[in-house]
């Protein structure tokens, strides 16, 4: 059974960077295409970013482009979110979601989903 285990997060200042991390672990088998979201407290969950199985396709949320990029490390079975340039409308708890071939803004698309990771901006 495959399990997606998110680290990274925290409290950051205005300006400052932080890395996420989702890992699948288990019976991998093959890569999978990834998806990040975020969720504001009272606000729903809203597409960050997704990254094809390949790694080769990438798209971005408008708020975030340009200030975020996705990569993937197969060897690690990891997807990684860098987040550059943050503001702190970017405060919220994130999320990664797996699938074999999605990697779109519908999060009712991902079969696996981590645990949730708390990223906090400070002005």
């Known amino acids: 059974q495959v399990q997606l285990v998110q680290s990274g997060g925290g409290l950051v200042q205005a300006g400052g960077s932080l890395r996420l991390s989702c890992a699948a672990s288990?019976?991998?088998?093959?890569?999978?295409?990834m998806g990040w979201f975020r969720q504001a407290p009272g606000k729903e969950r809203e597409f960050v970013g997704g990254?094809?199985?390949?790694?080769?396709?990438?798209s971005y949320a408008d708020s975030v482009k340009g200030r975020f990029t996705l990569s993937r490390d197969d060897a690690k079975n990891t997807v990684y979110l860098q987040m550059n340039s943050l503001k702190p409308e970017d405060t919220a708890v994130y999320y990664c979601?797996?699938?074999?071939?999605?990697?779109?803004?519908?999060?009712?698309?991902?079969?696996?989903w981590g645990q949730g990771t708390q990223v906090t901006v400070s002005s």
């Open positions: 990254i094809s199985w390949s790694g080769r396709l990438t």
């Open positions: 979601g797996a699938d074999s071939y999605y990697r779109g803004s519908n999060p009712d698309e991902y079969d696996l």
């Open positions: 288990g019976r991998t088998g093959s890569a999978y295409a």
